[in-house]
């Protein structure tokens, strides 16, 4: 089965204004394609944005930024989006939300 592979990061720009979401599709589309390092970088401008974010909407962004870190071998990096997570999954109240934080860091601290 073959995948498209999104283009590298110099083509990935879009003309004008770039918003949170472009950033995360963009980081989607590298994470599908196994590109962790673009997908990290891509989460990464997406958690930058300066418009306001919901916090189940950056708990779910900082899970993804987390897994693609743990996909690139490098766990104890994911464990610093994973900590600002749990600390607003605290706030939201979304039991499925803190159940998804705690699996996801408990297999960065087995790794």
């Given amino acids: 089965?073959?995948?498209a592979i999104p283009p590298d990061s110099t083509h990935a720009r879009v003309p004008g204004r770039?918003?949170?979401s472009q950033h995360e599709a963009i980081g989607d589309l590298y994470f599908a394609a196994d590109n962790y390092a673009a997908a990290v970088?891509?989460?990464t401008?997406?958690?930058r944005e300066a418009s306001p974010m919901a916090p189940a909407e950056r708990c779910r962004l900082l899970l993804r930024l987390a897994e693609a870190?743990?996909?690139r071998g490098r766990a104890t990096e994911s464990l610093s989006p994973l900590g600002e997570a749990r600390a607003i999954g605290r706030l939201v109240g979304d039991a499925?939300?803190?159940a998804a934080i705690a699996a996801r860091y408990a297999a960065a601290?087995?790794?």
């Fill in 41 to 43: 970088e891509s989460f």
């Fill in 96 to 98: 499925r939300l803190r």
């Fill in 45 to 47: 401008a997406a958690l």
């Fill in 109 to 111: 601290l087995n790794d």
């Fill in 1 to 3: 089965m073959q995948r």
């Fill in 69 to 71: 870190e743990a996909q």
């Fill in 18 to 20: 770039e918003d949170r």
